[in-house]
């Protein structure tokens, strides 16, 4: 891949993280981790455009999923948001209300969101190219 | 003027980085902590960072009001709304428009009126009581609390979407004795307030012999009771004294100094004619091996009798606990008092259940 897509992926538990960075890694992504909110903003701040696809859970502490979504999508409107939580209707209900592109449940498909990150890339980039 | 945030241990710090990054954002943000530790020093740091600055900081206590006071107290109402509405009263919600209504003690707030709470957030829509029209609001809230809001959801004492869309940041301050570090940039703060507020007070900082004893006290009412012995101190000018004046059962890990007055021999007020049962139980309570001097001014009825309550009701709460199987309404249900009140004083006395 001459151009890989860049993810930040962001768990506050560090063996979700590690699996997800080992399979993006081994499918050619270029990944970046952070174990909750606010190391996620400080490094999205870092590298405004860097990034092609957020992947977020929820339930974190300092800033939650959820403020992470909000405050992304109003400093970096092209971002690409996938949001995952494992505790129930409300904090995945508060993220569509965030405006997360796609909200998945846990236990999550590796495949299956390796397969929604290309789709939301993709329209990302002919949203660009038109 | 507010108090500024004080510390340099890293979770002050990193806490600090964390207002300067979402102070902007508006999001709403739950504030956890013990009592004491300055939630309310955080929300205004919050505020004073914000671009919300110039508009008001409003600020109710959910704990201190009943129910139905605590509602016109944030909604407002309309004249003649109930018996004695005899004109039209704003609410918090309107006095905080465009700035900061800052909820303390959220995990009091009885269930109906988060109820109201959640509408007015997911809609940022109220109307005053007595009146039919919905008002647009636009505050920053910020909530505080030293509940576990968790175990109140478990409790169903608090509602989990209310929950969870308050927590969307999340800040949560040490209890001051697992930040030590903090402790002496503190008493330099304060010293030095007090000191300009009360220039005729002969106060003195605490030499380093001092500062380690105090660096060692568990402070159980975090800064607060620290600001306080502080403040004590001005008048007392003896740093000796407020220490004697610390809750006893707290003290077992300080080292003991030798003050000027025990070296100079004074006469404890201890002898074999008084070592009896009246002395084992006066002992428990006050510590009888001081000069009678001192003796007399540690002993007050009210202070012993808060103490000696405390300690049977702690052993009564536990010994109903045990028999129920941790079981609170159960317990409450016997000791005859609410829920909630034994959520409290199982919280004051430190009474948890065997960790499985």
Known sequence: ?130 | MSTPLIGVSKSILKIKELINHVANTCLNVLITGETGVGKEVVAQSLYAESNRSTKNFVKINCAALPETLLESELYGYEKGAFTGAHRKRPGKFQTADKGVLFLDEIGDMPLALQSKMLHVLQSGEFSPLGSDYEFKTDVWVIAATNHDLEESIYNKTFREDLFYRLNIIKIDIPPLRKRKEDIAPLIEYYFRLYKSEYPDNHGSKPDSDTLAKLCNYPWPGNVRQLQNCIKKQMVLKSWEKIFDELPREHQENIPHIHTDSQHNGTQPFVNHDFANDRSGIISEFVDLSTSSDKLFEDISLKKIKKLASDRVEKEVISFVLEKVGWNRSRAAKILKISYKTLLYKMNEFKVHPPVK
């Open chain 1, 1 to 130: 891949m001459a151009n890989p897509s860049r993810l930040l992926i962001v768990d506050d538990n560090e063996d979700i993280l590690s699996t997800f960075y080992e399979f993006f890694n081994s499918m050619g992504y270029e990944v970046k981790t952070a174990v909750d909110g606010f190391a996620a903003l400080k490094l999205l701040r870092d590298k405004s455009n860097f990034f092609d696809c957020l992947i977020t859970d929820l339930v974190m502490p300092n800033i939650s999923g959820v403020g992470l979504i909000t405050i992304v999508k109003k400093e970096y409107p092209h971002l690409k948001i996938i949001a995952m939580t494992g505790y129930g209707d409300q904090p995945g209900a508060l993220a569509s209300e965030a405006e997360a592109d796609v909200v998945l449940f846990k236990p999550i498909d590796l495949f299956k969101i390796e397969n929604t990150v290309t789709e939301l890339i993709n329209q990302k980039n002919d949203k660009q190219e038109n």
